[in-house]
């Protein structure tokens, strides 16, 4: 996915651009759980190294901390995202 994504961005002209969507890959900081999600280790440094390449900023929430909820409350993350490049944020 994050080479699709790369692809479309070196296609376009403006520099402003967003990415919105349900992520399901976390950093740890954005899960609550009993479980850890170091073994998605190699799939997080992507998503990492995506954001880091882009220069994109996460928007932070307002409100709930977490945007996904395991109905019995042991488990929690922040999948949903809004990812903006900085000409996005002086546009």
């Given at each position: ?56 900023v996460d ?23 809004v990812l ?8």
């Amino acid at each position: 996915m994050w080479g699709e994504i790369n692809g479309f961005r070196s296609n376009q002209l403006s520099k402003a651009w967003c990415v919105i969507g349900d992520f399901n890959l976390v950093r740890q900081e954005e899960r609550k759980s009993m479980i850890s999600v170091t073994g998605y280790s190699r799939e997080i440094k992507g998503f990492k190294k995506f954001i880091e390449k882009f220069e994109l900023v996460d928007i932070p929430l307002v409100g709930r901390k977490f945007t996904w909820y395991k109905p019995n409350g042991l488990v929690k993350s922040r999948i949903d995202k809004v990812l903006v490049s900085k000409e996005w944020l002086e546009a």
